[in-house]
């Protein structure tokens, strides 16, 4: 799936938590090919850098709020 697809589907606001963390999860892919770093320094960093998970965010502000930080990268 690209990144777009991805990335439409973690934006969708009527989408599942957890289906919209895996559809980030996805986007981490491209975004860390893209860095030059493994998937999971880029999970990692997100977490580190934001509070906010993108493996298990427990709310929707939480993933908005790691998923923008990720994609500003």
Same mark, same amino acid.
């Given at each position: 799936m690209s990144h777009s697809s991805s990335r439409r589907k973690v934006l969708d606001i009527e989408g599942l938590l957890a289906h919209k963390a895996s559809? &980030?999860? $996805?986007?981490?892919?491209? +975004? &860390?090919? %893209? /860095?030059?770093?493994? %998937?999971?320094? /880029? #999970?990692?960093? +997100? =977490?580190?850098? *934001?509070? &906010? $998970?993108?493996? $298990?965010? #427990? *709310? =929707?502000?939480e993933l908005m709020k790691a998923f923008h930080y990720m994609e500003n990268l």
């Open positions: 559809h &980030a999860r $996805s986007c981490a892919n491209h +975004v &860390a090919n %893209r /860095l030059g770093i493994t %998937r999971n320094e /880029l #999970l990692m960093k +997100v =977490e580190k850098d *934001t509070g &906010a $998970s993108l493996i $298990s965010p #427990l *709310t =929707e502000e």
